[in-house]
């Protein structure tokens, strides 16, 4: 019997969604762009054609629903811009608009996205099109001066500026909580993370069906190999010098991961 | 899940034990927390040791249990054939603790923290990479038992996935916590990182509490590294890189109060958690240790007392000498890459993954450099500052690690290593600073 398992699409760019024209001939000096999609925690490429007829981009993450993305942080998002397209997510309802209020505390409050990459480096906020950490740190900077200059005869610069500090860390420490409930909320409905979880699953049937047989996998994309490869760490691996014993070979083939018997 | 975490927690009280068996010998006066932070620390680290030890001589994993009940049990009945009248059981202080409000706060953010990552440890299966291929995989490559050799003709030696070079620390704690139930369980392969983001927090809180006698300077240094945005991924992550920034922290408490073989060792702990302890972490605090001696002597006899406790993991720098040569996985060149202090503004101070932490760093230490100059402490852990510093700038300027800088790949991890002992560092200063305003003010 061969197992087999359809993979979901993971949190990598779609390559089936090419590039999608959302504006044309538009200004884009502070506006933002908006649209809906059904996925979330994807990530994405913004791409526009300057005034001065050159390609710029910026990478964004997906949210799920209709949300405007910050463009006003990029240095190149000024002027008018011949074209605006968005590659590697299916997009609905989009435009390139001035943002409300409510648009601007959407884009503010958006969570830290849960993606592989969250652990090597963290995306970030923006306010009112500015990047959160130099709110806070301006935020700090005033704290600091004002306690300085208003307790300047009791305490140290040292002091103030620690003061500062934890002021503005405490700023920061209610942003993060908030997008941590905001996480949680939304965490079961993250796409990779529903993956992950069959993947994890399926593994145990591949354990089941292996017993105390050989394994070995090929051409597996990679997150599949490595999630794989964690959940039969306690079955016994065929390296290539064992080739010729028989064992259960994991594959992808048609889009899927089937685990083929050994060979009678 | 809940045998998971009673088995889980019945391994960390072995490993306080056994810590406690062991460091009791090299204590100073410390207060009750940062006594259990070390034992703790001190167990994880002699326990895998050994276990490295039993598996490389040919012991079964099932067996290792009973093997580190024994060998716990060994090391308390010393101790007690050890004991000077009255001073076996020299009871640390439990007088009553009353938390000011500020202590509450933080302790609340604390729990929050904990609950968080417990609850995502229970939402989420394992699942960033390299807790799956060198962390947890080999680590449950070593429970099975089928998949492990430390034999290096074997096709499995070290293990069939994940790099070799890596050390084993974390992946032997997680096989020996399975093998209490008998079982893996997705709660073993990252549980570790919630316990060491605890005790990070404790042991830099009660460091700045020994160093400050300041409750409040305290309480801020343990708010800092819980607010830190990314600090928090590393409790669930699964990786090894919140295993070195506790080892690293609890080395220069350790130096702070004059534990000498006991910092050595906890530096050593860097490097069995993750190969960048070598050359991060290793030389710096030796470095700091030396300075912060007042004489030469005193530096001499002091040093090869750190250096004692460093040579603690000469059984897997001879292991690896001899049978895996080299320190770091990847391609070994030398190369020098002019854009290295631009790319670090760029992307650590700059970039949103450390918020602007590395700003307030970089400000204390030069507003506070004279002072801390002045100061022995403070003249070690500018030295400590200093060479971190260029290790850091040499390591991702000169060699293949530049790749994983400008993608990011690696960059953030390394400088999270660094933030407990940042902190501690940082509030010296500003307790040094603090205590010359009284000092001219009384003058």
Known sequence: MVFFLCLLPGEQPDASSGARNVARKVSLDKKVLFFNTAHGERIFTVGWIDGAGQLQEKRHVSRKGFHGYEMRDHKGWSGEAETVSVGGIKVDSERVDFPNLSEEMDIFL????????????????????????????????????????????????????????????????????????RMAEKLKENESIAQARGLAVFSRQLAGRIGEKHWSSEKLPSIASITIAYALAGKRFAPPSLKDTPQYVISYQNGGIVLIPPVR | ??????????????????????????????????????????????????????????????????????????????????????????????????????????????????????????????????????????????FGGVNWSFDPNSPLFMGFTGHKHYPLMIPLWRAATAAFTGEW???????????????????????????????????????????????????????????????????????????????????????????????????????????????????MKNGIRFLAGVCTLLPWFIFKLFLMPGIAPGEEGFSWHGDIFFKLIEIVIDGPTHTVFWIFVPVILCLTFKNMFKDAIGRAMLAFSFLSFWVVVLVFGMTDAYRFLVNEMTIHRTMLQYYGVSVMICLYAVFLSQKKEKERHVG
């Open chain 1, 110 to 181: 958006a969570y830290e996205p849960w993606l592989r990459s969250s652990v090597n480096a963290l995306w970030g906020h923006t306010l009112f099109g500015f990047s959160w950490d130099r709110v806070v740190l301006l935020v700090g900077f005033l704290i600091t001066v004002a306690i300085y200059v208003v307790k300047k005869s009791s305490i140290s610069l040292t002091t103030a500026l620690l003061s500062g500090f934890v002021f503005l860390m405490i700023l920061v420490e209610i942003r993060t909580t908030y997008g941590h409930i």
């Open chain 2, 185 to 299: 369980n997705g709660v073993f392969a990252r549980v570790d990182g919630i316990l060491f983001f605890v005790l990070v927090i404790l042991t830099v809180w009660a460091a700045v509490k020994h160093f400050s006698q300041s409750r409040a300077l305290a309480a801020v240094s343990a708010f800092l590294l819980l607010s830190l945005p990314f600090h928090i991924w590393h409790s669930f992550s699964g990786f090894a890189d919140i295993g070195v920034e506790v080892f690293a922290v609890a080395s220069m408490a350790a130096l702070l109060r004059k534990e000498w073989f006991i910092a050595g060792f906890l530096a050593a702990g860097t490097a069995w958690a993750k190969n960048d302890g070598i050359v991060l972490f290793i030389p710096p605090l030796f470095l700091s240790c030396l300075i912060i001696q007042r004489t030469l002597p005193a530096a």
């Open chain 2, 1 to 142: 899940m809940m045998t998971a975490f009673l088995a889980t927690l019945a391994h960390i009280l072995l490993n306080s034990v056994e810590g406690w068996a062991i460091s009791r010998h090299f204590y100073s006066d410390c207060g009750i927390v940062a006594r259990v932070c070390v034992s703790i620390l001190t167990g994880i680290y002699f326990e895998t040791l050994l276990i490295f030890l039993l598996l490389f001589l040919g012991l079964p994993v099932l067996s290792l249990p009973l093997a580190l009940l024994v060998s716990t049990a060994i090391l308390v009945s010393f101790s007690l054939w050890k004991k000077k009248r009255g001073q076996f059981f020299s009871r640390p202080d439990f007088s009553p603790f009353k938390p000011h409000w500020y202590e509450i706060i933080v302790g609340a953010v604390l729990l929050g923290k904990v609950i968080f990552s417990l609850w995502v440890l229970d939402a989420s299966p394992v699942y960033f990479d390299d807790a799956l291929t060198h962390w947890s995989a080999r680590g449950r490559a070593i």
